[in-house]
């Protein structure tokens, strides 16, 4: 199941991931999340090195980060086999991100700066501005991946500006520890989707000025509760399979 592989996967800036061993975890980590290993296939240390062009030795470093993180399960002393992680921790890895990210937004309107607001609403009169361009090449019938590249580029940028608003490093990593979705998975499935259907999750964008107001006001429970639904109803969307009918809550 392609949701739950970044169930501990750490974060982009671990001081790990330049290493070998590093990029071996991360290759292995994507491959599954890509469904290039499928849950139950056989992995092993010098199937891995090969595939990897590596030697033995960060491989198994890897292969030993995997396991703790639950993404393998060894079967014999070189061999190892993807973990299958059922659909009940896909809930809970759920829950966990909700919950991570409301309080990243309980602690911005915080700590927030008046230039960081600023900023937040100047990234989204950018978002604006796309959302305007996006719609119009929509009506006329032309092409629109390249304006929504940049615009989920642009609303990337919102989110990390949110993070960095809250000021708290802990929080931030947790974050990219546990999110259901990698960054490159959370791209594809969004562009998949907006570009089988152009008004797929854009309703949502408004619920982003709502936020900065709340962070102005320095309302953290209205933060929070903000971010909350924005997060649990783009979860839920992205998670599920295109052209399933959404759950009546």
Do not use: W
Not at 19 to 31: D, F, H, M, N, P
Not at 60 to 70: K, T, Y
Not at 179 to 186: G, L, M, Q, S
């Amino acid at each position: 199941m392609l949701v739950v592989v970044s169930v501990l996967v750490m974060a982009d800036k671990d001081p790990q991931s330049d290493t070998l061993a590093g990029r071996a975890y991360r290759s292995v980590q994507e491959a599954i999340a890509a469904g290039g290993l499928a849950p139950g296939e056989k992995i092993t240390e010098r199937g891995l090195a090969e595939r990897l062009s590596m030697s033995p030795t960060p491989v198994r470093e890897a292969i030993r980060r995997l396991e703790q993180d639950g993404l393998i399960e060894r079967v014999g002393p070189r061999t190892v086999v993807v973990a299958d992680i059922g659909a009940s921790a896909v809930e809970d890895l759920a829950e966990v991100e909700i919950a991570l990210r409301g309080l990243i937004a309980r602690f911005a309107a915080r700590h927030a700066t008046t230039a960081q607001l600023d900023e937040l609403d100047a990234v989204l009169d950018e978002a604006d501005d796309l959302l305007i361009v996006i719609k119009q090449r929509d009506a006329e019938g032309r092409p629109v991946e390249k304006h929504l590249n940049v615009l989920l580029d642009t609303m990337q940028r919102f989110n990390d500006a949110v993070a960095a608003c809250a000021g708290n490093a802990v929080l931030a990593r947790l974050l990219e520890q546990t999110r259901v979705f990698t960054r490159a998975e959370r791209r594809t499935r969004m562009l998949d989707r907006v570009l089988a259907n152009h008004e797929f999750g854009l309703d949502r964008y408004t619920s982003h000025r709502a936020l900065v107001r709340a962070l102005r006001a320095g309302d953290s429970a209205a933060a929070e509760q903000i971010t909350i639904d924005d997060v649990r109803g783009g979860l839920a969307d992205l998670r599920r399979e295109p052209g399933q009918v959404p759950s009546a809550n």
